[in-house]
């Protein structure tokens, strides 16, 4: 049964729209080992789906709000202190955002989200072998073809201190990635471990593959990885009613904190359990001379302090880079926050409206998955978002609520848009969410 829904997912909803939906399909799966291959494929995905929706894609308010947010990040490069960096870094954002509007016309289905989410967790199976070779085979190579098309760089360990990175440029890079399909695929198991007593094939592949990312995780030593999949396994529980794992889930995380925090005596005891490689990752024991330079509170008051010079139009994207050497006397390509990143670069007005149509999609992907009819407040009702999810649907949407909130966390601590696989990926996870938000809005309008 779960085969053949898998087999009707290949086919869109939309006979008019299947050709991009391959194109998206093909692109996911290919996207961890071929940026190149995968960015080309989902471009033509939202090429092709505005060529069929532009009408569509085009009034949609959300929509609009990105091309005005895209206006203001075109006049700030105008501000800038370096009017071609400032330029070149648009990249990182404008394409996006219209490969993003283009996508949401063409995902509107919670099945099309179920179809996605299997194909990363296949997607990330390489990944994983790669990495896993990294760290306990001794791998170490570049492998090329074509140029670009396929250039994998896999590291030795030791030069990572012992940090698993696979085929990513750095191991954070790594744990962005592996805790977005972690999320996706525990979405995908809570949905099907019934199976398990069946002995679904598919259903223990997911399981040793969730199970996988998850030992992945824990070895890329990245603390940001560790706190949302931390924060992902409670939010589940929760959502599942699970009291017994949320209990078990906060006191283990509370030990953690302990370990690395408490005062000594307390420390002292919870150390004899808690792993070194956990608490002295957690309170940077593992790298007592690490330079001030490098500390994100250091980063982070700097960004602040340039959002501050130039309140209105920031520095121009790409300064933080080079103002931040000028003065530090050290190479910090970002201040490890997307959003003060923004401020400091594109100034608070720009930032601003990028957060709230981040908190737009965040409310109304909300109303929708707990929505209750009689509860729904005025000014939600004028605008169209009292639509509801059915029950059998609301868990797999809810694990993209919860991958989006991943990435919003995520980018608090770290910057994922110089990163092109995480940059895709990611607006094509944002893109599925609206698309279906939209497709169920459009629904409820219809049957009023």
């Known amino acids: 049964m779960l085969g053949n829904s898998l087999n009707k997912s290949f086919y869109h909803p939309n006979s008019h729209l299947q050709t991009p939906w391959n194109w998206l399909q093909f692109g996911l799966l290919s996207c961890p080992l071929s940026p190149f291959l995968g960015g080309i494929s989902i471009v033509v995905a939202s090429l092709l789906t505005w060529r069929k929706q532009s009408r569509l894609i085009s009034n949609r308010p959300i929509h609009k709000g990105f091309a005005l947010l895209s206006i203001l990040l075109l006049i700030t490069t105008g501000f800038a202190y370096h009017k071609l960096d400032a330029f070149l870094g648009l990249f990182n954002f404008i394409p996006f955002f219209f490969f993003f509007t283009g996508l949401t016309s063409l995902m509107q289905t919670p099945n099309q989200l179920r179809q996605i989410s299997w194909i990363m967790v296949?997607?990330?199976?390489?990944?994983?072998?790669?990495?896993?070779?990294?760290?306990?085979?001794?791998?170490?190579?570049?492998?090329?073809?074509?140029?670009?098309?396929?250039?994998?760089?896999?590291?030795?360990?030791?030069?990572?201190?012992?940090?698993?990175?696979?085929?990513?440029?750095?191991?954070?890079?790594?744990?962005?990635?592996?805790v977005t399909i972690f999320i996706l695929g525990l979405g995908l198991l809570l949905e099907n471990y019934h199976k398990l007593k069946q002995k679904n094939r598919l259903i223990i592949f997911l399981t040793i593959t969730v199970f996988a990312n998850f030992i992945a995780l824990i070895l890329t030593n990245s603390r940001n990885g560790w706190g949302i999949t931390i924060f992902a396994c409670l939010v589940y529980a929760l959502y599942q009613g699970w009291r017994l794992i949320v209990a078990a889930v906060v006191s283990i995380t509370s030990c953690f904190f302990l370990a690395a925090f408490a005062p000594s005596p307390i420390a002292q005891f919870f150390r004899l359990f808690v792993p070194y490689g956990i608490w002295a990752r957690l309170n940077d024991?593992?790298?007592?001379?690490?330079?001030?330079?490098?500390?994100?509170?250091?980063?982070?008051?700097?960004?602040?302090?340039?959002?501050?010079?130039?309140?209105?139009?920031g520095s121009g994207l790409r300064s933080f880079s080079g103002l931040y050497k000028t003065q530090m006397q050290i190479d910090v390509n970002h201040p490890h926050n997307l959003f003060l990143m923004l401020s400091a670069e594109t100034g608070l007005i720009t930032t601003l409206l990028f957060c709230g149509l981040l908190a737009w999609i965040l409310i109304a992907a909300s109303q929708i998955l707990f929505n209750n009819k009689n509860k729904i407040p005025d000014f939600l009702k004028k605008s169209g978002i009292s639509a509801s999810i059915e029950p059998e649907n609301r868990l797999i949407f809810f694990s993209y609520l919860i991958t989006f909130i991943g990435w919003i966390l995520f980018n608090t601590v770290d910057v994922t848009t110089f990163d092109i696989r995480l940059n895709t990926l990611s607006w094509v996870f944002v893109a599925a969410l609206c698309g279906v938000m939209y497709e169920y809005q459009s629904r409820h309008k219809t049957s009023r």
């Open 122 to 178: 296949f997607g990330s199976v390489p990944v994983l072998i790669i990495g896993f070779g990294q760290l306990f085979l001794g791998w170490n190579f570049r492998f090329q073809v074509l140029w670009i098309v396929f250039d994998w760089i896999v590291a030795p360990e030791k030069s990572l201190s012992g940090r698993m990175a696979s085929n990513f440029m750095h191991p954070n890079t790594l744990a962005a990635y592996l």
């Open 285 to 313: 024991d593992m790298f007592p001379d690490r330079p001030l330079e490098l500390m994100r509170k250091t980063q982070w008051e700097f960004a602040w302090n340039l959002t501050q010079q130039h309140p209105l139009t």
